[in-house]
């Protein structure tokens, strides 16, 4: 086996085992990224001399300690939208081309803690708004598995970095699916967490009621151990919440697992809905009892979403004024127009597009009849999962309605390309977490299942999840 193939627990036990070193270890990931990465586009920079330095420091605490971190030692990558110290960080806009991040994300400053190694930033939609990293300012991602497709987004760079073994994990970020969409279309793991139970200190902002940090990784294994890591309180993010993960034995037989009614309607691809289908037949198999359930509000939530982020980035967006951050253009001859030019050059359409909705949402005489609407309805929302799983254990369902589409297929129908939030955004805006495994292919291209568990459940996810893992594959 390659060192690029290896697991966290596997790389942990070639380091414990002395079979090869860190430094050996992060070497082997940056060929693979030098050689493949050139037709992928998954990262946007390498972080090579702090790899390197991390990897040679990771090597000295393995010398020393006997019991060392699983992390210590092990390279992954950044999306970019989060915080690394002395590293670019562009959120895939032009804007923030030539930013340098001053300080560590919280997320950063546990995983260096524990000894990780960052390989470099990963591409992202531009300020994480997309679901298929066709808005970056700089690269579009492919898909691993057909480079004439999507990634997804828009995590697409930590997931295809993850998936084409160009990182051993990943860390990414998830606002209405951004992490389980291109987990899903890169036949990787990836968890969005309940909202609050990672610190969101140090991740550039799109909409700060639904951002949430998470791990990416090639097993479920792996994903606990990330999120055990950069989970919990921090002082720095007041809507962090005080949680400390503790997996616990979860069984599937006698679980009960919700299935929407409402999640199995048209528009899903029929060969989508047979490998989900199958999977639920698994679980069943496995002891599980199966709950046809209702979340009735599900239609409105593509709506209601479009309408909080946008409303949120507006304001999020307002501080990219060629003032203090990044691109400025200082050839008007006043403030106004500093601000103006600045954010015309610097911005892409789908921030441009965004931040119009959101401000106009925002505008005296319509906030009441679409953000404070859009905010009712998103209780709705909130009620209908709280009631489901008043009747269940999890509840199971698809990630995306159809699998990776072709690049361009989409670029030019916005409205095409948010429809594929419609079962990701619903669990962002009741603030739950949720998982999404990988669940079968249509031909060569990965479908991933969509977990989703009540507050602060993870360990229940994650559970059924790595007994389901090993049924499904």
């Not at 890591?229 to 679980?255: C, E, H, N, R, V």
């Not at 602060?456 to 994650?462: A, D």
């Amino acid at each position: 086996m390659k060192l690029t193939d290896l697991t966290i627990t596997q790389a942990h036990e070639g380091l414990k085992n002395k079979e090869f070193s860190a430094v050996e270890l992060t070497k082997a990931y940056l060929d693979q990224i030098k050689h493949k990465d050139t037709k992928m586009d998954a990262y946007l920079s390498l972080t090579e001399d702090l790899a390197i330095g991390q990897a040679k420091a990771a090597d000295r605490k393995i010398a020393e300690e006997k019991d060392f971190p699983l992390l210590c030692g092990v390279p992954s990558s950044i999306k970019d939208s989060i915080l690394v110290e002395g590293q670019q960080a562009t959120a895939g806009s032009k804007i923030l081309e030539n930013y340098v991040a001053p300080y560590d994300a919280t997320v950063i400053d546990r995983l260096k803690k524990q000894g990780a190694v960052i390989l470099g930033k990963t591409n992202t939609d531009e300020f994480t708004m997309g679901v298929s990293t066709e808005n970056s300012a700089f690269k579009v991602t492919k898909n691993p598995h057909d480079l004439t497709r999507v990634a997804g987004g828009s995590s697409g760079g930590p997931a295809a970095s993850v998936a084409a073994n160009q990182a051993c994990y990943a860390l990414g970020s998830d606002t209405g699916g951004s992490i389980r969409l291109p987990a899903s279309f890169c036949g990787v793991a990836g968890l969005n967490p309940t909202y609050g139970a990672v610190s969101r200190y140090g991740a550039i902002a799109l909409a700060s009621s639904l951002d949430q940090i998470g791990p990416i990784a090639r097993n479920v294994e792996d994903i606990k151990t990330v999120f055990k890591t950069i989970s919990g309180k921090d002082p720095l993010d007041a809507t962090s919440a005080d949680y400390i993960f503790a997996q616990s034995d979860i069984k599937i037989k006698g679980l009960k697992i919700g299935v929407p009614k409402e999640y199995f309607k048209k528009g899903i691809d029929l060969e989508v809905e047979n490998i989900i289908k199958n999977a639920i037949r698994k679980a069943e198999q496995n002891g599980a009892k199966i709950i046809q359930i209702s979340l009735p509000n599900t239609e409105y939530a593509i709506a209601c979403y479009y309408i909080i982020v946008p409303s949120e980035a507006s304001a999020n967006l307002a501080r990219y004024d060629g003032i203090k951050y990044g691109l400025s253009d200082q050839s008007p001859e006043n403030l106004l127009g500093v601000y103006l030019k600045s954010r015309g050059e610097g911005f892409g359409p789908e921030p441009k597009r965004r931040i119009l909705i959101g401000t106009y949402s925002l505008s005296s005489g319509y906030y009441d009849a679409y953000y404070k609407k859009a905010q009712e309805i998103r209780e709705l929302i909130r009620q209908d999962f709280r009631d489901a799983f008043e009747k269940v254990d999890l509840i199971f369902s698809p990630v995306s309605p159809i699998p990776a589409f072709k690049i361009g297929e989409k670029v030019d129908d916005p409205l095409s390309m948010y429809l594929m939030d419609v079962y990701t955004c619903p669990v962002k805006l009741a603030g739950i977490p949720a998982l999404s495994l990988p669940a079968g292919k249509i031909g060569k291209l990965p479908v991933g299942l969509q977990i989703i568990g009540n507050y602060f459940e993870e360990n229940k996810i994650l559970g059924v999840a790595s007994l389901l893992e090993k049924v499904l594959q």
